[in-house]
């Protein structure tokens, strides 16, 4: 089994998309980002066609790919637009088409939605206690042995 190198470029035209880290490292905080949202934007990045200066994939198109049913699809792309990640763009003919946004650095986001930051900190602070709590754990087993 081969290792998917992502930093070589490949002979055979396979390529990868990358996640913006910002996504990983606070978006997950907001109570409206889900993990399954990274791959929604994923697969919008990976139609955009610079030329255009959008993505253009039919919505049927883009539910198949996304493995999700079109109502789900937009349920999600709403959170993305009101997280700021995605643009939707009905054109003259009627369609849509979509313009992935970079995401807010993390001192924007977080002034941006204070509710992400607060969930943060939530976290930090159950992480910690858990952490506590092991640590107090060992101590006690290795002071029984």
């Known amino acids: 089994m081969n290792v998917f190198d992502k930093s070589k470029r490949r002979e055979d035209g396979k390529h990868f998309v990358k996640i913006p880290s910002e996504l990983v490292h606070h978006y997950t905080y907001h109570p409206d980002f889900k993990a399954e949202h990274s791959y929604l934007y994923a697969i919008i990045v990976d139609y955009y066609n610079a030329d255009e200066g959008y993505a253009y994939p039919n919505r049927d198109t883009l539910a198949m790919r996304y493995g999700k049913n079109p109502k789900t699809l937009d349920a999600h792309m709403a959170k993305l637009k009101k997280l700021d990640l995605m643009k939707v763009v009905v054109r003259e003919d009627g369609k849509n088409v979509y313009i992935p946004l970079e995401p807010l650095d993390e001192k ?29 754990r060992m101590k006690r087993y290795r002071s029984c042995n």
């Open 108 to 136: 924007d986001f977080y002034v941006k939605f204070p509710e992400a930051l607060e969930e943060y900190k939530n976290r930090l602070r159950y992480r910690d206690t858990e952490r506590k709590k092991a640590k107090e």
